[in-house]
Antibody, heavy 120, light 107 residues
Framework: QVQLQESGPGLVKPSQTLSLTCTVS??????????WSWIRQPPGKGLEWIGY???????YYNPSLKSRVTISVDTSKNQFSLKLSSVTAADTAVYYC????????????WGQGTLVTVSS | DIQLTQSPSFLSASVGDRVTITCRAS??????LAWYQQKPGKAPKLLIY???TLQSGVPSRFSGSGSGTEFTLTISSLQPEDFATYYC?????????FGGGTKVEIK
């Protein structure tokens, strides 16, 4: 069973860049069987899909965030990362990393989530 | 983008009740729909994929149906551990949008 774990600063100042890393254990990011995604959830609100990366480096981002998002992968460390630039208070959320099956698309594996607060 | 509308957004029910949640897509998505359960402070958990396929380990009281633009999640006999928020997600195209959620609370 693959496990995912988010890490990164819990507090980011407005206008700065939010950076998070997801470490995958119990399986290889390079297996080719999954897309590796970021999903966020503002406090008390619903889920917002941010984007995915494949082990090859190909990506797809939510058009609503595309201008500010970069997702990258480090196969040697079995990690993938999220960068969100020019953050505001509206980016305060629990950020989840997750894996989705490339054939069916469903999200069967999730990290526990990490709260990132944007505040000065 | 495909938008998903869940109804109701909130429902109050008793243990043993039959509960039905609806998810409507803004355009046809065939059977490319998943349902998740989320409890406070926890990550979502996959319940159903391909509209009606039960994920391994999920109790059989959960079932899903529908295709095209209208889908339902049914809990045949609500148990105490089922009080949570439920989300649908379309897997037909990107971005992989979620519905707004349905919170199921104890009556």
């Amino acid at each position: 069973q693959v496990q995912l774990q988010e890490s990164g600063p819990g507090l980011v100042k407005p206008s700065q860049t939010l950076s998070l890393t997801c470490t995958v254990s119990g399986g290889s990011i390079s297996s080719g069987d999954y897309y590796w995604s970021w999903i966020r959830q503002p406090p008390g609100k619903g889920l917002e899909w941010i984007g995915y990366i494949y082990y090859s480096g190909s990506t797809y981002y939510n058009p609503s965030l595309k201008s500010r998002v970069t997702i990258s992968v480090d196969t040697s460390k079995n990690q993938f990362s999220l960068k969100l630039s020019s953050v505001t208070a509206a980016d305060t959320a629990v950020y989840y990393c997750a894996q989705s099956d490339i054939l069916t698309g469903y999200y069967s594996g999730w990290g526990q989530g990490t709260l990132v607060t944007v505040s000065s | 983008d495909i938008q998903l509308t869940q109804s109701p957004s909130f429902l109050s029910a008793s243990v043993g009740d039959r509960v039905t949640i609806t998810c409507r897509a803004s355009q046809g998505i065939s059977s490319y729909l998943a349902w998740y359960q989320q409890k406070p402070g926890k990550a979502p958990k996959l319940l159903i994929y391909a509209a009606s396929t039960l994920q391994s380990g999920v109790p059989s009281r959960f079932s899903g149906s529908g295709s095209g633009t209208e889908f339902t999640l049914t809990i045949s006999s609500l148990q105490p551990e089922d009080f949570a928020t439920y989300y649908c997600q379309q897997l037909n195209s990107y971005p992989r949008n979620f519905g707004g959620g349905t919170k199921v609370e104890i009556k």
